[in-house]
Nanobody, 120 residues
Framework: QVQVVESGGGLVQAGGSLRLSCTAS????????VAWFRQAPGKEREGVAC???TTLNSQQGRFTISRDNAKSTVYLETGSLKPEDTGRYYC??????????????????WGQGTQVTVSS
């Protein structure tokens, strides 16, 4: 049984930084593309960043997504947090090995999410 687990959320002051971690059991995380999504209160879930199997680090907008294959972990980092960054952040494992144009829908497995609250 596949289980995807996020960690690193919490309460952060505006202007602070964020580092979320994603691990998985029941599959080899380094074999797949992995994405991060977030859902703000009252809004639909949106894709934040995606990292392909062979990519170790990628800057996507305000976010940096990276992977440490030795630790079987994918990270999401950003700084200069704003209150509008508040939401539940989800890690998702793709069915693909790379981030296609449809990476937001190429998802096989979802984590339960980790809450990030940015206070002003």
């Amino acid at each position: 049984q596949v289980q995807v687990v996020e960690s690193g959320g919490g309460l952060v002051q505006a202007g602070g930084s964020l580092r979320l971690s994603c691990t998985a059991s029941g599959l080899t995380l380094r074999s797949f593309a992995v994405a991060w999504f977030r859902q703000a209160p009252g809004k639909e879930r949106e894709g934040v960043a995606c990292i392909s199997r062979t990519t170790l680090n990628s800057q996507q907008g305000r976010f940096t997504i990276s992977r440490d294959n030795a630790k079987s972990t994918v990270y999401l980092e950003t700084g200069s947090l704003k209150p509008e960054d508040t939401g539940r952040y989800y890690c998702a494992v793709s069915k693909e090995t790379y981030c296609t144009n449809s990476w937001r829908t190429d998802i096989n497995y979802w984590g339960q999410g980790t809450q990030v609250t940015v206070s002003s």
